[in-house]
């Protein structure tokens, strides 16, 4: 497994979607995951740090974690298929490990506010076209990243 950090969030327009880039921490491996517009806008607050008055679907998640005593272990992108990525919340609760399935944009909103490391397994970077990567990469101007720069 390869420990990934959030390096960009950037909207599509080609697919009317928004693109979080993940990048290993030697900067070899680039996993550029298309989510939601409500996904995008719960990551961008965490990585901006902007609270809300009151608590959005991923801040009510790591709140009831909390109030439970439960521990955000890691999120783990976990898979590949048919151009849709799948992950892993892994949690401590009461002396036991849990795994949770979870769409990737959430487990990393959640890791995100939790201060959880993000893992991506070896098999969904190899997944990974590295040849349309190459293509879609040739494509950005750093402008596309806006604040985060990847």
């Given at each position: 497994m390869l420990q990934m950090k959030v390096r960009g969030l950037m909207y599509d327009p080609f697919n009317n979607a928004f693109i979080i880039i993940l990048r290993d921490e030697q900067e070899k491996e680039v996993l550029p995951i298309w989510i939601g517009k409500p996904e995008a806008g719960a990551i961008s607050f965490a990585l901006e740090g902007v609270f809300t008055p009151r608590p959005?679907?991923?801040?009510?998640?790591?709140?009831?974690?909390?109030?439970?005593?439960?521990?955000?272990?890691?999120?783990?992108?976990t898979d590949l298929k048919d151009n849709t990525y799948f992950a892993k919340?892994?949690?401590?609760?009461?002396?036991?490990?849990?795994?949770?399935?979870s769409r990737p944009s959430d487990a990393i909103a959640l890791a995100l506010r939790a201060d959880a490391p993000i893992f991506a397994t070896d098999s969904v970077i190899?997944?990974?076209?590295?040849?349309?990567?190459?293509?879609?990469?040739?494509n950005l101007r750093p402008e596309d990243f806006g604040k985060y720069d990847a």
């Open positions: 959005m679907t991923h801040d009510l998640m790591k709140n009831i974690l909390e109030s439970s005593h439960a521990k955000v272990i890691s999120i783990v992108i919340i892994h949690v401590y609760y009461q002396d036991s490990e849990y795994t949770i399935d190899q997944k990974h076209s590295t040849e349309e990567l190459d293509r879609w990469l040739d």
